[in-house]
């Protein structure tokens, strides 16, 4: 399967069933974030493990609507909207809050490149069930080299018994 054919077609009907939170959102929109989140973290392609799994639909999904949640404009009670306020320009997990004269503290502290990932995507909670649900494509998996073994005998240890 080339580019031009990813494994995975955006269908907008799919992604409201899914997350109804984003039905004030425009087909448009919803293909927009999709691509966004296809092209930045979550690979729209036949070699992701994913794929075989038969869990990628659902990860770009969750994957578009963490970019969609960051992203799209908000009605008066912050809730997704096609149009409305500004997303916010925060970023980062809010550390600390007051109400008298409103202040509003985040932080964004990050080290490793996983934890860049990790703390980029619990910015909302579709991308930390995003985070949680790729645990097991974040392990790495040691596969030996085989040893070759000719009429009996192996490279390194003699005869095989």
């Known amino acids: 399967m080339n580019v031009s054919n990813p494994p ?6 799919t992604w409201i069933a899914l997350f109804s939170e ?5 087909p448009t929109q919803g293909a927009a974030y999709f691509l966004r989140a296809t092209n930045t ?6 070699t992701n493990p994913a794929f075989g799994d038969g869990r990628l639909e659902y990860l770009l999904y969750l994957a578009t609507s963490h970019i969609a949640y960051l992203s799209c404009p908000k009605d008066a009670n ?30 964004y502290n990050v080290g490793s490149d996983m934890d860049q990932l990790s703390a980029y995507l ?26 070759r073994v000719v009429n009996g005998f192996g490279s390194l240890y003699g005869r095989w018994r």
Not at 8 to 13: A, L
Not at 139 to 145: E, F, P, Q, R
């Open 122 to 147: 619990d910015q909302t909670k579709y991308g930390a069930e995003y985070y949680a649900a790729i645990s097991n494509y974040r392990t790495a998996v040691y596969l030996a080299n085989p040893t």
């Open 78 to 107: 912050g809730n997704p909207a096609a149009t409305g306020t500004e997303a916010s320009q925060l970023v980062g997990r809010i550390s600390n809050a007051s109400e008298g004269s409103v202040s509003v503290a985040t932080e």
């Open 8 to 13: 995975v077609v955006f269908n907008y009907e």
């Open 22 to 26: 984003f039905a004030p959102l425009s």
């Open 41 to 46: 973290f979550a690979a729209n392609s036949c």
